[in-house]
């Protein structure tokens, strides 16, 4: 007799907007009927029904003993780090004799930044499909925010590589709540470097009151500064990339392969404008600006890079 896959658990933050709380519960619904063999349940850390706590008990009356938890958060801030882990404990308390796995949290993987790059293109009209077309469109790309600077840290890296190869003027980056930049200082910063085309981007998967939160702040920056074209692009919402990318962190998690970050690296994925990297062999390489690497001496300080994936 086979024994049965873990069980897949979605783990969300929660929210008070009604739209925001079905849409993740209509993307769990989905889930459950892309892979109808595989026992699906969902649910949130605060703000809104139904709690993790009663997702794990469903699961457990369907007769399951092991799951594999996946955050459906873009990065890892307190949530993916403390009390997603916090509340299985207390669950595994509570359930004698389950056992899980955890993922990891999705972004920025490049069907993500598909997603946001199609975003863009429906902000803009179809027009900008092309390094030529947004050669003058600058992006504010603007996270959730938080005070773990590593999470912050990864909106930035979200930005860099939504920049890299795509052609537009620039991606800055700010944040909607409890970190610095705040939309209007980012808009700001955007006009100082000249930007006459802006869209201003939301890192957020579904809607709710911190994306709308977003669009009325732009709104408000945009009728102080007519002289700028400024327009607002959708949330990433239940693409067919969130949900395969969902099943990709439940199988990594289910596997035990929590690799560290290659979804963006250059030899394993083709990310745009690096695209003859992929497959590459890696040789240890100098850079010669760092101290001991002065006239031309190596001493053997290269980086050597596996990626035998």
């Not at 201003?200 to 911190?210: A, Q, S």
């Not at 030899?267 to 850079?287: M, N, S, W």
Request: glycine letters at 10%.
């Amino acid at each position: 007799m086979t024994t049965p896959p873990p069980a897949l658990l979605i783990a969300g933050h929660g929210t008070r907007d009604d739209a925001g709380a079905e849409a993740f519960r209509a993307f769990v619904r989905e889930l459950a009927l892309r892979r109808p063999e595989l026992p699906v349940a969902g649910g949130f850390i605060e703000l809104s029904p139904p709690p993790l706590g009663e997702a794990v008990a469903e699961l457990v009356e369907r007769g399951v003993r092991r799951f594999a938890a996946v955050p459906l958060m873009l990065v890892s801030a307190g949530h993916a780090k403390g009390d997603i882990p916090a509340a299985l404990s207390r669950e595994q308390e509570r359930h004698p004799g389950i056992s899980y796995a955890y993922g990891r949290p999705l972004g920025p993987h490049p069907s993500l930044l598909s997603v946001l790059e199609r975003r863009l293109d429906e902000a803009l009209g179809g027009g900008a499909r092309t390094p030529a077309d947004r050669a003058d469109v600058t992006v504010l790309l603007v996270g959730r925010g938080s005070t773990d600077p590593d999470a912050n840290a990864e909106v930035h890296k979200a930005a860099r590589l939504l920049w890299e190869g795509r052609g537009y003027a620039g991606v800055e980056t700010a944040f909607v709540s409890l970190a610095a930049p705040d939309v209007p200082s980012g808009l700001d910063r955007c006009l100082k470097l000249g930007a006459r085309r802006i869209v201003v981007l939301p890192y957020f998967l579904f809607t709710g009151i911190l994306p709308e939160r977003v669009r009325q702040q732009t709104d408000g920056w945009a009728a102080a500064h007519p002289e700028v074209e400024v327009r607002s692009a959708d949330v990433i919402g239940p693409e067919p990339e969130l949900l395969d990318l969902v099943m990709e962190r439940y199988e990594e998690a289910v596997r035990g392969d929590l690799r560290m970050n290659c979804d963006s690296c250059v030899y394993r994925i083709a990310l745009p404008g690096f695209e003859d990297k992929v497959g590459l062999p890696q040789q240890p390489h100098f850079h010669p600006d760092d101290e001991g690497h002065q006239h031309g001496h190596h001493h053997g300080h290269g980086h050597a890079h596996s990626h035998a994936h």
